[in-house]
């Protein structure tokens, strides 16, 4: 992909046009690689990560939560938004904590994915973990979660008859199944001693 000058737009003018608590909306004009101008509109986005907690039995560790902007309950892994100076990684461990109450004793990075990439400039890192212990939520306020345990099979099935639509997690059990089918490799590695949430 060295070559791809003759697919590159170059921005030629900003403006923000929000920035919230959540979102930092921009507008940009840019040179088409033919030579005219269009504008793009995005989403400038700090990054977020989502986990795959795997329990000693195979079962998976995921949440029911309501999504306001789809006005429904959605079945997603745990995950959250990477905060300002925070490693993805340490991010990870922290939403599993307190979204979930795991900790884990191992944790493995499979790929980063962008979701949203016609108008949003999110990374979400995808992250496996293992050797879970079980604990109290820390969830924020006005955050409400509700834990629930599936197999690969029940969610594959969720997945099959469109009760899963959420992207992330739909890659995420793309990802899971092709490891344990022994066809993608992850590799582990202990979390950082006095790493594993506060």
């Known amino acids: 992909m060295s070559d791809d000058a003759h697919l590159v737009e170059t921005a030629t003018a900003h403006e923000q046009l929000l920035s919230g608590g959540f979102l930092d909306v921009r507008r940009d004009t840019v040179r088409l690689p033919g030579g005219a101008s269009a504008t793009r509109e995005y989403i400038?986005?700090?990054g977020a990560v989502v986990v795959v907690p795997i329990l000693d039995d195979g079962r998976l560790v995921l949440e029911r939560q309501y999504r306001y902007?789809?006005?429904?309950?959605?079945l997603?892994?745990?995950?959250?938004?990477v905060d300002a100076g925070e490693a993805p990684f340490v991010c990870g461990m922290r939403e599993l904590f307190e979204e979930t109450g795991y900790r884990a004793a191992e944790w493995a990075h499979a790929a980063d994915l962008h979701n949203a990439a016609a108008y949003s400039t999110e990374k979400i890192e995808l992250?496996?973990?293992r050797g879970l212990v079980a604990g109290d939520q820390r969830l924020d306020e006005g955050e409400f979660i509700e834990v629930c345990l599936m197999t690969e099979g029940e969610l594959d099935a969720a997945a099959a008859q469109g009760q899963l639509t959420d992207a992330k997690t739909l890659?995420?059990?793309?990802w899971l199944q092709k490891w344990r089918a022994g066809l993608w490799s992850l590799d582990w590695r202990p979390a950082e001693p006095g790493g594993s949430c506060p």
């Open 76 to 81: 997603e892994f745990p995950a959250g938004k």
């Open 44 to 46: 400038v986005h700090s």
């Open 171 to 174: 890659i995420a059990l793309m």
């Open 127 to 129: 992250w496996f973990a």
């Open 69 to 74: 902007p789809l006005g429904r309950v959605m």
